[in-house]
Each structure stands twice: as C-alpha cells, then as structure tokens.
C-alpha cells in the first residue's frame, strides 16, 4: 500500500472558483502536497492522460472538458492516501456522493465532478509521474 495518490482539480471546479476551498480542505483531511502544479492539458495530452478510457463512450467528451481549462495536479501524502483520497472526494455522481464530500459540494454533474482521484496505487504512480518529473516530487 502506497502513501501518495494523485489530483487533479478539474477546469470546471476552477473555473467556479473552488479550487481554494478543495486545497483547503485536502490539507484539513492531513494530507500533505508533495507536488503542486497548474497547468492546462491540450487535447492530446488530455487524450494520453485517458488513454484508459478510450473505447467508451464518453472519451471524446472527457478529453474535451479536460483541456477546456487550467487544471491544478496534485500529488498528495497520508498513509493509505489512495482509499483515503476516494472516501474525501465521493462517488463519481455527486447527486449519490456522501454528505460533505468533495464531489457533493463542488461537483455538478457526472462529467463536471470537480476532482479526480487515482483508484488505484499503481495508477497513482503513473498518473503523478505523467505531470511531475523526479525533481518536482518531494
């Protein structure tokens, strides 16, 4: 079990103004920012990053609403921080998301969900190392 997964604070919690309250509250829940980084994904970097994704549906209009705007990457410390990361920020729909989640409070729908979070340590792995070189990770 690893201590660090990977965020992203998506363009349409930026563009909302949130992305100070979901920092604020990421370090409330004891995680500590070991990489912080905003930056705006083109269309094939945010095709890359979704690569896993390709063959569904919704693909296209992810890798659209992903380089629609400036993003925050994050990543994030606690112990068992994947699963713990998962809990803070809810279910993928806000409307079944848990009272006082990340997702509940700042998300809008389904596809305009706030946050991202790895679900899983290999892929937080990966997705940390896919915004963040060895010398920006401490």
Do not use: C, W
């Amino acid at each position: 079990m690893s201590n660090r997964t990977f965020t992203m604070i998506k363009p349409d919690a930026m563009k909302n103004g949130h992305a100070g309250a979901i920092l604020d509250r990421i370090i409330k829940e004891g995680f500590r920012v070991v990489s912080l980084k905003l930056t705006k994904l083109s269309k094939e970097k945010a095709g890359e990053f979704y690569a896993v994704h390709k063959e569904r549906p919704f693909y296209g209009e992810l890798v659209d609403f992903m380089s629609s705007g400036v993003i925050i990457a994050a990543i994030l410390e606690k112990p068992n921080a994947v699963n713990a990361f998962r809990t803070l920020i809810g279910a993928t729909n806000p409307a079944q998301a848990e009272a006082g989640t990340i997702r509940k409070l700042f998300a809008t729908s389904i596809g305009e969900n706030a946050v991202h979070g790895s679900d899983s340590d290999e892929n937080a792995a990966i997705e940390g190392s896919f915004f963040f070189n060895g010398l920006e990770q401490f």
